[in-house]
């Protein structure tokens, strides 16, 4: 039950003693107790947190890549009069299960859910702000048009509403019904011009349709206009018919999605025609990083095939977009603070699920090659995430909280 039993060790300029780290929504902590025997209001925690450091003396940590649900979620299966639509089941305890047409899909603990769970966890872990977007299987992109509009404006106005209570931790992203473009630009401008959200966040693909497609050109234009960041999320992955075993969608087929949805936008020449559009890609952009020298070399070798909609080269993109730094791995950062460049590199950890960094930023911070300086850090680690969102660093101090 305890994910990081096993890590130990101090956070420089953080933490001055050693101890075990735990994730705060397993409520089996030493010190934290979860009383509520329904289990749906009352994970309250006890833990000694941290000290955060004085302000000036670490850079804000902004974690880019987080995912929350509504604590209660409508029966929209029942309203709507077909299946597909995620459940929230409390049974006890801090968990709760994600059931689609009543099966088991997924268990989340509280942290996934209540906001004051998530707050602890990041005063525990020295985590400033969260950008909060929803748990992507809730996209619901196969649904009727306006049916999947009701359900994100659900999920939007509970993101907002979360962020209103806590405007200095939390900063929301949105999600559109991309299946019917017309209603996903008015969902658009409703999250930013009436929720204050700073973007959206939205799938690989949508679908049968990749990114690069004409129908969703609206969409693009209308960010743009607004402003507003895109973050890219791969979902609904490829190939899980041969995927059955060794939790293959996630190790191989998100990777490969995330890749498809950079070349579809490169090569769909989207970054051409709307060159203030500001997306970001989960993963540190998945298998792209590893294949673009392959990407180039088809682009050379056949641009009958791969220049047909965009004459530039893809590595000249490389640069034009950001990515976050879950990538698990020091060489594989390295590989996308090269490609990408120090300016394009966000901090994200997929909170609060296990295959995301359980430590949020352990990895940018044990970098000590020469690239990595305080300053190059201090962008991955919060600055860069402002820059993709449109937000000045001054509305934002590091606070001291106990």
């Known amino acids: 039950e305890l994910f990081d039993k096993q890590k130990k060790g101090e956070r420089e300029g953080f933490a001055k003693k050693k101890t075990l780290r735990y994730r705060q929504s397993d409520c089996m902590m030493a010190s934290t107790s979860c009383g509520n025997e329904k289990g749906i209001d009352d994970c309250s925690t006890t833990t000694t947190v941290a000290p955060t450091p004085e302000v000036g003396k670490r850079p804000l940590r902004i974690d880019l890549h987080t995912h929350i649900l509504p604590k209660d979620i409508p029966d ?39 906001p004051d769970c998530r707050i602890a966890d990041c005063d525990r872990d020295g985590v400033d702000i969260q950008v909060l977007s929803t748990v992507p299987v809730m996209f619901s992109y196969w649904a009727k048009p306006d049916h999947a509009l009701e359900l994100a404006r659900f999920l939007n106005n509970n993101i907002a509403e979360t962020v209103a209570k806590n405007p200095k931790r939390f900063i929301g992203l949105g999600t559109l019904p991309m299946q019917a473009p017309e209603l996903a630009v008015q969902e658009l401008r409703r999250c930013v ?136 791995d020091k060489d594989s950062l390295q590989t996308i603070l090269k490609l990408f460049g120090p300016d394009k590199v966000c901090l994200g950890t997929d909170y609060p699920f296990p295959l995301g960094e ?24 919060g600055l860069n995430t402002l820059e993709f969102l449109g937000i000045s660093p001054e509305k934002y101090t590091v606070t001291q909280q106990q």
């Open 193 to 328: 011009e009436e929720l204050g959200m700073a973007g959206v966040q939205i799938g690989s693909h949508v679908n049968d349709l990749n990114l690069n497609r004409e129908e969703f050109f609206p969409i693009y234009e209308e960010a743009e206009r607004l402003g507003a960041a895109i973050f890219v999320h791969p979902w609904d992955m490829m190939g899980q018919e041969r995927m059955g075993k060794y939790w293959l969608p996630w190790l191989v087929g998100m990777p490969a999605e995330t890749s498809m949805a950079i070349c579809s936008m490169i090569f769909g020449g989207i970054f051409e025609k709307f060159p203030r559009l500001k997306v970001a890609f989960a993963h540190g952009g998945g298998s792209f990083p590893g294949t673009v020298g392959r990407i180039e070399h088809g682009w050379h070798c056949r641009p009958d095939l791969c220049a047909i909609d965009c004459a530039t080269n893809p590595r000249d993109f490389c640069g034009r977009f950001w990515v976050d730094s879950l990538v698990h």
């Open 358 to 381: 359980q430590l949020p930023g352990a990895l940018i911070d044990s970098m000590e090659t020469a690239e990595f300086d305080a300053q190059t850090k201090a962008k991955l680690l």
């Open 76 to 114: 929209f299966g029942d309203k709507f009069g077909y299946g597909g639509f995620v459940q929230l089941c409390h049974e006890g305890g801090c968990k709760a299960k994600m059931l689609i047409d009543g099966k088991f899909f997924r268990e989340v603990d509280a942290n996934c859910y209540l």
